[in-house]
């Protein structure tokens, strides 16, 4: 007996801004309140989406980036994350085809929706900001078609339709290329969702307001998408399925039995994590434990820190504030006790942000800028840390618009070349490792591992 998959659909886009996510999010809201139970995912490494996938499924939003776990995870992820579900749905990154670029001009979007569409083996629906297009959008959607074999594009939402003469234009175009059109979403400023400096504002943030949002942006996409339909193409395409990834296979051969507190930064300033990273944690042997820095002391017997990536400069007077946790993990740090901080953790660890006093953990200061940092990074790890020994490899992602001064005496965590040249990242120093780069857990498991052990020894 061949063991199917989940049955999926992939909600790509021509380019950006076209809507994937509001589409996204208010199909998997309808899904939802059709009595299904929808898994959602994220193509690439972008951390705000999936929350807001996460709101209207109610269960977390999930990534699949080969750029960052390798091309053999994907389907192990994929089958992972649908555990208990009936369908998934797959919001894309960019463009259809666009992902990272690499010196051989023969080699295009690797990491692209197009990608891990053909990985999964599920179909595409194109959304089409329909704003600027008439009878020429049959061209652009046979090129679409056409493109690569490996992808099969299966059907168009038309998004932002600004009257039904428009309609009828655009399926006709739709019609020429024998596309169906899966749904169709009238222009409405009331469906944006707040954004800053590094995209949307995230669901952590917004609580209330988020629910809101996606309650409102369910409505209206159920309203204008044949969501039956989409089952229909779902269930039509679902290839044989991959063994699910385990976060306890991988993290084996480093299971400590002491349950060790591994305390989790989370919150309004802290909302960048990936759903396997606490699964690895817990794996390993930890006790998972949050707590949020804005708020909360270190719970009791912390042996293990996580700090990850968020926006601490929208939140700097308020962690300044909390100054009874910048003591407890300043006295963390001073014990050796290892902590992993990725990018928003390492402005929190450095002694100042923006003139706001921090933990004063690592000899640094931050500071928020005008230019965005963004893109993906070989990296090699340049001194052995709690995570990583010297020499080892990882692909991670940096994503930030802040920079921080290090003191003269550092040791950087990672080095690595590029389009600019050479560049150090990070810090290393007692038990902390401290750096822009996010590396998907998943990709480097080991890490976690070591972490843990490193955690139930520092006890």
């Not at 091309?71 to 089958?79: C, K, Y």
């Not at 010196?103 to 089409?128: E, K, M, Q, W, Y």
């Not at 039509?236 to 060790?260: F, Q």
């Not at 802290?270 to 606490?278: C, D, L, S, V």
Request: proline share 6%; net charge negative.
């Amino acid at each position: 007996m061949v063991t199917r998959a989940t049955p999926a659909v992939v909600i790509a886009a021509p380019a950006s801004g076209s809507g994937k996510t509001t589409v996204t999010t208010g199909l998997v809201g309808a899904l939802t309140a059709a009595g299904h139970t929808v898994a959602p995912f994220k193509v690439g490494p972008d951390y705000i989406d999936p929350g807001y996938h996460a709101v209207a499924a109610g269960r977390p939003g999930r990534n699949l980036d080969p750029n960052l776990v390798g091309e053999s995870r994907i389907g192990p992820l994929f089958a992972s994350g649908c555990t208990g579900a009936d369908i998934a749905v797959v919001e894309g990154v960019m463009g259809l085809f666009d992902g990272r670029i690499t010196d051989d001009p023969g080699t295009l979007g690797v990491g692209s929706t197009a990608h891990v569409a053909a990985l999964i083996g599920a179909p595409v629906i194109l959304v089409v900001d329909a704003g600027g297009h008439s009878q020429s959008l049959a061209a652009l959607l046979h090129g679409f078609v056409s493109y690569d074999p490996a992808v099969r594009v299966s059907g168009v939402v038309l998004n932002r339709v600004g009257s039904d003469r428009h309609e009828l234009v655009l399926r006709q175009a739709c019609d020429r290329v024998g596309l169906p059109v899966f749904g169709v979403v009238r222009r409405d400023t009331a469906l944006s969702v707040p954004s800053r400096h590094l995209g949307l504002v995230p669901a952590a943030e917004r609580s209330a307001d988020a629910v809101a949002a996606v309650a409102a942006i369910t409505e209206r996409v159920r309203a204008g998408l044949d969501v039956d339909a989409v089952v229909r193409l779902a269930r039509s395409a679902a290839p044989a399925a991959a063994a699910p990834w385990s976060a306890a296979d991988e993290t084996a051969d480093y299971r400590v039995d002491g349950r060790p507190v591994v305390a989790v930064a989370q919150g309004s300033a802290f909302t960048f994590g990936y759903a396997e990273h606490p699964e690895l944690l817990t794996a390993a042997g930890a006790e998972v434990v949050a707590f949020d820095p804005l708020h909360d002391r270190l719970p009791a017997e912390t042996a293990g820190v996580v700090i990850g990536g968020g926006f601490p400069e929208e939140h700097a007077a308020d962690l300044a504030a909390n100054d009874g946790l910048r003591r407890d993990l300043a006295e963390h740090v001073a014990s050796g006790r290892p902590v992993h901080a990725e990018c928003a953790g390492l402005l929190y660890l450095t002694s100042a942000l923006d003139g706001h006093p921090m933990v004063d953990a690592v000899d640094a200061h931050g500071a928020f800028g005008p230019r965005l940092t963004l893109g993906y990074r070989d990296a090699v790890a340049v001194a052995d840390s709690v995570l990583y020994r010297t020499g080892e490899r990882v692909t991670g992602h940096e994503f930030h618009r802040s920079t921080v001064e290090f003191g003269k005496d550092r040791v950087a965590a990672w080095a690595w070349s590029g389009a600019e040249g050479n560049a150090v990242d990070g810090v290393v120093t007692r038990g902390v490792h401290a750096s822009y780069l996010h590396v998907h857990p998943a990709g480097t498991p080991h890490a976690v591992g070591r972490f843990v052990k490193a955690a139930q020894e520092a006890r």
